[in-house]
């Protein structure tokens, strides 16, 4: 199927550039693209290579196995092929999280190890299972708490009320969320989707992971059995002091947390613009806030405390950092050029232009159009879009409202399937591209409605 889009992107955008005679401007943007995609994994380096390495302290302390025990009843249903206790469903709970909370360096690196944790459950290398197909709607549609790129952009812009989105946004990527998981569900039934039923090639070793016990959920100071991927002696029991040390740096971090929320309770003095906000908003942004230094601290202390060698750990984890982001080039060159080509041909321009009357007659704003089109392509124009949005019309317009809720709720989709499926060699990727894709449609006439709902004629 990618292979099909691929090629209809080109196809479309030397027609287009040929019709409009932006000829040498398609060139110039596709040759851009390809130097902008080695440039974004490269960048990708350092970030991936903290992030795994803090997954692998993770791992090998039995937090993972802790975290995947805890959500089974969900994730059980949603990835029925994935065994319980397989790392696999820590790494994709923790990415969940990590994107709810707006924490992208975070997520993309987590994304990319569950991917690798999935293919190794893959009885058929370089197609898409259908747990795979659901992780990435998951990513695609994923409930946003936090739309912190659109809140920053409404707050250089002046906005009297820039977090007034995040209400919206969360209502919308719940609605994009349930489509996503709705079609990809749905239409892995297909016959035309369904994995091929011929010979099962061999595929990476499935890491053996300690079995998990038998019980109920345990609290997570007293659980001395959990999941780990990766050979290596079994992390120690937690000591008892170890326990209370635990109790006593969450206190710490509650306390951090209240003054963030209360800064009068700290003696600081309040933002104005902050008191201003509801509770809920203020705690959901400390949470977004703390969330990165919690991981960072908390992770390595608790692996430290279950005798694991942190230090050492962690740099056998960062050391696949490099690895991965290397292997993702030729498929986001190969993504990103053909964005950059039909770009530079005006093709989203025109497809804009010639859809512009008929969404009106929907009640669709058209001005909203090309922000609608370019999102699930790129990140960086569909941001040059909401910001020209926020410029034209002002920051707290319903157009810029809308704008913004729309770009927290959707998703760059076929940025994503590159990078996601690309770290795996996934070259067949059946039915996800069409579940992202109806994510974020969904998500795009969510915003919409919601908006209008909300903010009026604001």
């Known amino acids: 199927m990618l292979n099909h889009i691929w090629l209809?992107?080109?196809?479309?955008?030397m027609l287009v550039a040929g019709i409009t005679?932006?000829?040498?401007?398609?060139?110039?943007?596709a040759i851009r693209a390809a130097e902008t995609a080695v440039t974004l994994a490269l960048g990708l380096v350092g970030v991936m290579s903290l992030w795994l390495g803090v997954m692998r302290l993770a791992e090998r302390s039995g937090l993972v196995g802790i975290l995947a025990r805890v959500l089974r009843p969900v994730l059980s249903r949603l990835f029925p092929?994935?065994?319980?206790?397989?790392?696999?469903?820590?790494s994709m709970v923790m990415n969940i999280a990590a994107n709810m909370l707006g924490l992208t360096n975070a997520a993309t690196p987590l994304g990319l190890r569950a991917m690798r944790d999935l293919e190794t459950l893959n009885r058929h290398p370089g197609t898409a299972t259908n747990a795979m197909c659901t992780f990435l709607a998951i990513n695609t549609g994923s409930v946003q708490l936090i739309p912190a790129t659109a809140i920053a952009v409404l707050a250089a812009s002046g906005s009297l009320n820039p977090t007034a989105i995040v209400g919206s946004t969360l209502i919308a990527t719940c609605f994009s969320s349930a489509a996503g998981l709705i079609a990809v569900k749905w239409m892995e039934r297909w016959a035309v989707f369904r994995l091929p039923n011929g010979p099962v090639a061999a595929s990476t070793p499935t890491p053996t992971p300690m079995p998990l016990p038998e019980s109920a959920v345990v609290p997570l100071a007293s659980a001395t059995a959990v999941a780990e991927s990766g050979a290596g002696a079994s992390p120690r029991p937690m000591p008892g002091w170890g326990r209370w040390l635990l109790v006593v740096v969450g206190l710490g971090y509650l306390a951090i947390a209240a003054?963030?929320?209360?800064?009068?309770w700290a003696g600081r003095a309040p933002d104005a613009a902050d008191m201003d906000q509801p509770v809920w908003v203020r705690s959901v942004s400390a949470v977004s806030v703390l969330a990165i230094p919690i991981l960072l601290s908390f992770f390595p202390l608790f692996a430290a405390l279950r005798g694991v060698p942190v230090y050492e750990e962690f740099v056998e984890g960062a050391k696949e950092g490099f690895q991965v982001a290397v292997k993702i080039i030729p498929f986001l060159v190969a993504m990103l050029v053909a964005i950059g080509f039909l770009r530079g041909a005006g093709a989203i321009e025109g497809f804009t232009n010639l859809l512009r009357t008929p969404m009106e007659a929907l009640g669709f704003p058209p001005e909203l159009l090309p922000i609608s089109l370019i999102r699930p392509l790129s990140g960086s124009a569909s941001l040059a879009a909401f910001s020209d949005i926020v410029k034209t019309f002002g920051a707290d317009s319903l157009l810029a409202r809308t704008a913004g809720t729309l770009f927290g709720s959707t998703e760059t989709t076929f940025y994503v399937l590159a990078v996601y499926f690309g770290s795996v060699a996934v070259r067949r990727v059946r039915h996800a591209v069409w579940a992202g894709l109806i994510a974020d449609a969904a998500g795009v006439v969510a915003?919409?409605?919601?908006?209008?709902?909300?903010?009026?004629?604001g």
């Not at 209809?8 to 955008?13: F, I, P, Q, R």
């Open 21 to 29: 005679g932006n000829v040498r401007a398609s060139v110039d943007a």
């Open 447 to 457: 915003a919409v409605v919601v908006c209008r709902l909300m903010f009026g004629g």
């Open 8 to 13: 209809a992107m080109l196809l479309t955008a």
């Open 81 to 90: 092929e994935v065994p319980p206790d397989h790392p696999a469903m820590g």
């Open 259 to 264: 003054s963030l929320v209360f800064p009068e």
